[in-house]
């Protein structure tokens, strides 16, 4: 044994001083290994739907129905199943509900209680007692522990459980106890949360979803485009914070800035309204819902041309500053003939359908003009100054990442560049050449230097980074070759709207390109799996979820209303448990107080994409590797405290 090791066994044996510590917990962790593998949620392109979101959080896709179902079988009718999952989902709304309409209260929480209990057993089974009462809520843990380890079938128990029962709807405590159990069942269905990709943008609530995610047991997250440009928008890049801006003006959306994050659009809309407020914005129209407050059409209208104006000058400048980028073909406001009002695109001239650019100069276009400037440092102090939008931000910073390797899967929302014969792109950064893995590395690594370095340099070449996974033709989580959002405005011909997709989506059927993937990031073929989002799933067009063989599993959520026409279905999530891996369909979601009245769920159908042949457990995991290693260092200390190396303490 040499000294390194020597002083690691020292240090180990600060927490278990003696032969008997060391001992018992090998034993506990030799058992943990031989429990069931718990089971993990993975949902991605959430885009701000936080009712929804909430509401397959709180159901675990189906997790929570399917543990009912197992719990009581055919004992309960398939009303009372419903009412249960329902009263789970939302305890307090449908607990008001039953208050108003039961007759015997006491009867219905007696029932409510007992059935609760059992599925409470149930979705706990596969735990430690310990980690169980670290879940347990503090002001009913005691109770709470001995009415799910107690067996109140066992002779001499059976009226100590029921008095406990009897106890909590006597002194008045039953409607915050059933909510206690119906929040721990949520708790427990559900061991880890996987988010890959896309929290941010379209719906309203993307503050809500962090807020919910901040305060979720277990979660990563898997960086999307969306949260990327949000990400630098936080770290004070100019054409990040733009784009973030016109996305929600485009979606009737300013509220979430100035309500939800607090900040202060005023100067943008004073200038919006000095400069074109007497022209016409109709290019630059709001898609808005039924929610979305018309008065503020006109105003939020021309914000949406004032900032996507300053937009293209933006990130013209940054384009220009950083060839390595090539992305040439985006500079177009210097190929515009404004005396024509017209543009000129691949050798062929189009009609602008907004001619009235006053703010740009045909002599220098992509610089801001003075009042611009104002406006553009305003918003930077604004976004960079605001405690939650940062608070946000550095939540996905430490817990997440562009991708991540978890028991066998490899999870990334968009895509691995690369080219027309499925060979990895290799894609400059700083005058080297990244490919793969490594070039998910690079991009990470600069992303975080954007956010967090102290240089002036580090920080300005990083957020442009951030920009750059946001919208370059080589990023991985955007995966295009352009984003035409200047021609969607300007150009009726829709086919300068188009966006080439990179070779990747064409090749998700391809078992070489796939395994190729699968081992460069140092996974095993026939064991590992992809596991993606970005894309929507258009199952009415007849595509499948699943690609090659089942290697691949594109699981966009599908929660943003947009898509829910094209698509056909409100998206896919997957489960992964002990038993075996599914896909569960989701129908478009109405509303929270919907599922409460009439206790209608969202999850309409499940696709078994792969059953175990054995149970898996802990021991199969990259936990169960973990805590082989720990048991390995704990045998190493117990030979060291018997060959006498480590004196043992009491």
């Known amino acids: 044994m040499d000294d390194i090791e020597l002083t690691f066994l020292k240090s180990l044996a600060k927490q278990y001083p003696n032969t008997a510590a060391a001992s018992t917990e090998i034993i506990n962790l030799q058992a943990i290994l031989n429990l069931p593998k718990s089971t993990e949620h993975f949902l991605t392109d959430i885009h701000g739907e936080y009712e929804s979101f909430n509401h397959v959080l709180k159901n675990g896709s189906g997790s929570v129905r399917r543990k009912i179902d197992e719990e009581f079988g055919l004992n309960l009718s398939d009303k009372d199943k419903r009412s249960l999952a329902t009263l789970i989902y939302y305890p307090r709304e449908k607990l008001d ?9 006491d009867d219905w929480y ?7 209990v059992q599925v409470t057993k149930r979705v706990s089974s596969k735990y430690t007692r310990s980690k169980v009462r670290r879940a347990l809520p503090g ?34 405590v039953a409607p915050d106890f059933i909510v206690a159990l119906c929040n721990l069942i949520q708790r427990m269905v559900i061991d880890h949360l996987h988010i890959v990709g896309d929290i941010f943008d379209r719906g309203p609530g993307p503050d809500i979803i962090m807020d919910t995610l901040m305060a979720y047991h277990s979660v990563d997250v898997q960086w999307g485009n969306h949260d990327m440009v949000w990400m630098g928008a936080a770290a004070g ?12 003006a485009r979606y009737g959306n300013l509220s979430l800035l100035e309500e939800s994050y607090g900040i202060n659009l005023i100067p943008l809309a004073t200038f919006a309204m000095a400069v074109y407020g007497n022209s016409d914005t109709g290019v630059f129209k709001v898609k808005y819902d039924e929610k979305y407050d018309k008065s503020n059409l006109e105003l939020d209208e021309k914000m949406h041309k004032a900032i996507s104006i300053i937009q293209f000058k933006l990130e013209g400048a940054l384009i220009k500053k950083n060839p390595e980028f090539h992305m040439d ?24 359908r907004d001619k009235f650019l006053p703010t740009i100069d045909p002599a220098d276009p992509y610089a801001l003009s003075p009042e611009e400037e104002d406006v553009v440092k305003k918003l930077r102090q604004a976004f960079v100054r605001c405690d939650k939008l940062q608070k946000h931000v550095r939540f996905l910073f430490s817990k997440g990442s562009l991708y991540k390797i978890h028991n066998s899967n490899l999870l990334y929302h968009g895509c691995v560049p690369l080219d027309d014969e499925g060979q990895f792109k290799k894609v400059t950064l700083k005058g080297k050449e990244y490919y793969g893995r490594a070039l998910y590395d690079k991009l990470e690594y600069y992303a975080r230097k954007g956010y967090y370095s102290d240089d002036p340099d580090e920080r300005e070449y990083g957020r442009n980074i951030m920009w750059y996974i946001w919208t370059g033709p080589n990023s991985p989580v955007f995966g295009k070759d352009k984003m035409t959002t200047f021609e969607r405005y300007f150009i009726e011909d829709k086919e300068t709207h188009t966006e080439k997709k990179c070779s990747y989506y064409r090749l ?3 078992d070489t390109v796939v395994d190729r993937i699968l081992v460069e990031f140092g996974l095993q073929p ?45 998206g896919y999530t997957l489960v992964s448990n002990s038993h075996g891996m599914r896909l569960v369909a989701h129908k478009p979601f109405q509303s929270a107080e919907n599922a409460v009245t009439t206790e209608a769920d ?47 303490k009491d």
């Open 110 to 116: 007696r029932i409510t209680l007992h059935r609760l």
């Open 602 to 648: 969202m999850f309409s159908d499940e696709i078994t994409v792969e059953v175990y042949p054995m149970r898996h457990r802990v021991a199969d995991t990259d936990i169960g590797a973990d805590i082989r290693d720990q048991i390995s260092q704990l045998e190493e200390l117990l030979k060291a405290f018997r060959e006498g190396l480590i004196p043992e």
């Open 139 to 172: 002001e009913f843990a005691y109770v709470i522990e001995e009415l799910i380890t107690e067996k109140a079938e066992i002779q001499n128990k059976e009226a100590y459980y029921n008095e406990i029962i009897h106890s909590i709807i006597r002194v008045g």
């Open 237 to 248: 890049c100019d054409a990040c914070i733009a784009n973030v801006i016109r996305f929600s």
């Open 97 to 105: 509900i039953v208050q108003e309409t039961e007759e015997n209260i």
């Open 526 to 570: 026939g064991y590992a799996r992809i596991v993606n989002g970005h894309v929507p799933v258009e199952v009415k067009k007849g595509a499948s979820p699943i690609r090659c063989g089942g290697k691949v599993l594109v699981i966009d959520g599908g929660f943003s209303k947009a898509y829910q026409a094209k698509t056909g279905i409100a």
């Open 508 to 510: 998700l059927d391809d």
């Open 329 to 352: 073909d985006r500079l177009l406001l210097d190929r515009i003939d404004h005396e024509n009002g017209r543009i000129e695109l691949y050798g062929k001239w189009y009609e602008l």
